[in-house]
Each structure stands twice: as C-alpha cells, then as structure tokens.
C-alpha cells in the first residue's frame, strides 16, 4: 500500500497519508486537507469517514466479524460473562481472577443509590417511556456525585465513576420499572452475581424468595455481552463527542442513551416486536409486509433489518436467533412471533430486493423475541440494550479521554442565502 494519495484540485496536487490499521483496514488521513487547500471533504452521516483510531472492538462487515479487544463475540457469547467482558472491554485485557474479583467488589459497593432519586423517578408519569427517565437520571448522577465534573480528575476518580455506572444504571432500571409496576423497589443483594441481581431487583416482590431460571439468567447475560460494544455507532459516536468537550461520563452516558433510543438504532428492537404484533394481528401475511418494506412511497421499514456496516449477517444475530429456538425451547414458550420472524427472514433473504441491498438480520431482529419470552415489556427493551452497552460507551469514552482527542467540531458547506442588508418590519 502506497504512503500518501494523491488529490488534484484545481491542477494542484495534494499528497495525503495513508494510514493502516493492526487489520489491514486503510484510510486516507485528511486532517490537513483544508490547511494545505482550503477544502473540506463531505460525507453526510459519516457512511465512508473514519472519526476515530480505536483498539476497542473490530468489525468487518462484509465478512460478518466482530471481535472485543481481539477476542471473536462467538468465544466471548460462549465462554465469558457479561461482567467479565465489561472489564475486557474498558480496561483492554480480560482480568485475572484477582482483578476480577476486586473489579466484581466494587460494582457491588455501588448498587445503591442515593434515596432522593426516588423523588425523581416519582416525578414521571406512569406512562412515561423508560429511555426518558433513564436517561435523566443518568444525568441526575452528576448532582449527587459533582466531583465528576471537574474535567482533570484522577484516572482513580474516573474508575470510581466506572464503577457507580456500572454499579447504578441496573438499579436505576429496577427501580423505575416497579415504579411504573406499581410495587414496592426491590434493593440489589450483594451476595447475588450482577446479572441474577438485576432479574431479582426488576421481577421480584421484597420479602419473598424470587427463583432465578438458570436458562433466563443465562439468556440475559449474553444478551448484554452481545449489545457490549459495536465501534463507532450513532450513541457511541455522541458519547464520545460529547466527552470531547469535557463534559463529564455521566452527562456523556445520558447522551447516548438518548441517541440509542431511536428506532434506527437502539429503539429498533422494541419496533421490531411491535411490527411482529402487528403482522401477526394482521393475519401474518408476511408478503404483504415483505411488500411494504420495498414500497418507496411507503414508510415501512423491515425493522431488524439491514446496518450501515453488516453486508453479510449480524454475527450477534446468528447467535440470538439459536438461542431464542434453544431458550423458548427449554422454558416451553411458544412464539407465534418468532416463527413469523423466521418466515420473514426467510421470505426477505430470497427478494432480490433484500439481497441486492445486502439487507440481513440485525441483532435487534432476534433480540426482543427472548426479552418478550424472558417477560420483559417492549418499551423495557432499549433500556436493556443500555445496560448491555454501557461498558462499550465507558471504554470509548475512555480511550477518547486517554488519546486528549480535540473537541469535536466537523465543518460544512453553506448552501444557504448570499450577504443581505436587513429590511426593518416597517418596510417589508
Ligand atoms: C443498530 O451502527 C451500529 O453498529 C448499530 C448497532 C449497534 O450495535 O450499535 O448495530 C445497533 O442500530 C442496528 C440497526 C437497527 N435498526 C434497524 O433495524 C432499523 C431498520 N434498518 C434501517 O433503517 C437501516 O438498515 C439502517 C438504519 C440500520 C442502516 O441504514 P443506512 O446504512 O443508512 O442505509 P440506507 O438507509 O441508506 O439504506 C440503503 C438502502 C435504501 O434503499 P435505496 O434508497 O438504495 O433504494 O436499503 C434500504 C433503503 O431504503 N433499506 C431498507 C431497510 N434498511 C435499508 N429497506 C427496507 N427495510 C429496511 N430495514
């Protein structure tokens, strides 16, 4: 591969770097363009530029690879647990058993919180979606812990932000959801693991024994390993641009929960359940939807279909899709749902519309269906996908942070009114 391209403009020609990363991807490095020409390059929604250099997680889209840290999401699914990838993830190597075991300790110290975030989960009406109030009380942390504001805290102080992120958000979660159930909130227990606590504090009543399904447990925890990191997506981008200006984890977390919400992103597995419902009250006709989705003049998306990098599968959705027939199996459910999921994906794989698009199952395609069977509701759905994220924003965030990369501010071209003297009210 050659070291620099070259760009003519205007018979000038410019020599650009080229840059390889450790998998052989190359780009070219345009961070002196403007300097040297006066212009910019435009790529509106970022389909084919390159924000960052990350040692977090590679993707190759076309082949259908996604690997934390080096290690492939099959081994990772199989064999580790979600904690443990939450630490690979951030810290950049999977602990010892010391390490992890000190790293379990203090996520368990910060389970709690402060009891006056009752008062602002009491504030939301019964209705409200569970995204918005997570995504102000992530933001309400940065009150009851404003030393996380101060920018040049210690590495020290940082990991004790970590470490109260990761410790809270399940609480957080849990204690929203009885909210809106309308029973009483179920404190965290420390002798329980992370992902048993959680079902405990979201599904069961205080006082009585809640009998944890090893399947359910076992179905959570991959599902959060799955959901842990994908690069540069929409609410990792905006958490690392908005920890560009300084802002603190915390009001950089909040962010991305908000840009995952959106139904092209995090939102989208609570919209591939509600278009399943539909489909199946509708009669289950899945041609006549298979239909729409190719109609331009409709706005009908296949949701849980297509991604700006997948070509090929979703690894995470192969491996939902086995484990949704595994899971629904062993708890004896039967999901009128997921056989129309499959008839759908088997219907769209063969359309030359799908296939010519490169249009394959996303990880949110299969992901609802075991939520729906595990119990959890709809709307719950992108705030599962929250807990299983934040240790991918954290360890974004943080190597943004580690790497002093400038505050991000992208330029543009103005398409719009040419110098113009103002003309007073009276005279227009
Ligand atoms: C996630 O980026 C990540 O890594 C995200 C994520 C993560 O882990 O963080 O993987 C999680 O967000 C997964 C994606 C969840 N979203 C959905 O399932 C929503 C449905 N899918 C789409 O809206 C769409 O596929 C996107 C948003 C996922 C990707 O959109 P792109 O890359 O901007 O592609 P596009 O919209 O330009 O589509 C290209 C063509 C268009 O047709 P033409 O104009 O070429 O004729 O494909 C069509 C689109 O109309 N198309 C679809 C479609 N997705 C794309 N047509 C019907 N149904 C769909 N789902």
Redesign the pocket.
């Given at each position: 591969m050659s070291k620099y391209a070259e760009l003519i403009i205007d018979g000038k020609t410019y020599q650009l770097p080229i840059i390889e990363g450790s998998e052989g991807e190359v780009a070219v490095d345009i961070s002196k363009l403007r300097a040297e020409s006066k212009v910019i390059t435009l790529d509106i929604?970022y389909?084919n530029t390159g924000s960052t250099k990350s040692e977090i997680t590679f993707?190759d889209g076309e082949k259908g690879i996604l690997r934390y840290r080096g290690y492939p999401i099959e081994q990772l699914a199989e064999q580790s647990t979600f904690l443990e990838v939450a630490y690979l993830l951030i810290y950049g190597a999977l602990p010892s058993k010391s390490e992890f075991d000190q790293f379990n300790s203090d996520i368990k110290k910060n389970w709690l919180i402060h009891e006056d975030v009752k008062k602002i989960i009491d504030g939301f009406p019964s209705n409200a979606h569970p995204m918005g109030i997570l995504s102000s009380l992530a933001t309400s942390l940065t009150a009851f812990f404003p030393e996380s504001l101060d920018p040049n805290r210690s590495w020290d102080k940082v990991n004790l932000t970590i470490h109260r992120l990761i410790g809270k958000i399940p609480t957080l979660v849990a204690m929203s959801f009885n909210k809106q159930r309308g029973v009483p909130f179920n404190y965290p227990n420390n002798s329980m693991d992370y992902v048993p606590n959680f079902l405990k504090m979201m599904f069961g009543i205080p006082s009585e024994e809640y009998e944890l399904d090893p399947v359910i447990v076992n179905a959570m925890d991959k599902i959060f390993i799955l959901?842990a990191d994908?690069?540069q997506?929409?609410?990792?981008s905006t958490v690392r641009f908005v920890g560009s200006s300084q802002a603190s984890l915390y009001a950089s977390i909040a962010a991305g929960i908000n840009a995952?919400w959106g139904?092209?992103?995090?939102g989208?597995n609570q919209?591939?359940i509600e278009m399943l419902e539909n489909i199946e009250n509708d009669g289950g006709d899945v041609s006549k939807y298979i239909e729409k989705?190719?109609d331009?003049n409709d706005p009908f998306?296949?949701?849980?279909?297509?991604?700006?990098?997948?070509k090929n599968f979703?690894p995470?959705a192969k491996i939902l899709k086995k484990r949704a027939d595994q899971i629904l199996d062993k708890m004896g459910v039967d999901s009128p749902i997921l056989d129309i999921a499959k008839k759908l994906e088997e219907v769209a794989l063969k359309d030359d519309?799908?296939v010519e698009?490169k249009?394959y199952p996303?990880?949110?395609?299969y992901s609802g269906i075991i939520m729906n069977a595990i119990g959890i509701p709809t709307q719950m759905f992108p705030v599962m996908f929250t807990i299983g994220?934040l240790p991918g924003w954290i360890a974004q965030w943080k190597e943004m942070r580690e790497n002093k990369e400038p505050i991000g501010r992208p330029r543009q071209i103005y398409t719009g009114a040419n110098e113009r003297d103002y003309i007073p009210l009276e005279k227009r």
């Open positions: 929604g389909k993707l959901h994908h690069e997506n929409c609410s990792t995952l139904p092209l992103h995090g989208a919209a591939v989705a190719k331009k998306r296949l949701m849980g279909f297509g991604h700006r990098v997948y979703d995470r519309y799908f698009r249009l996303n990880v949110d395609f994220r």
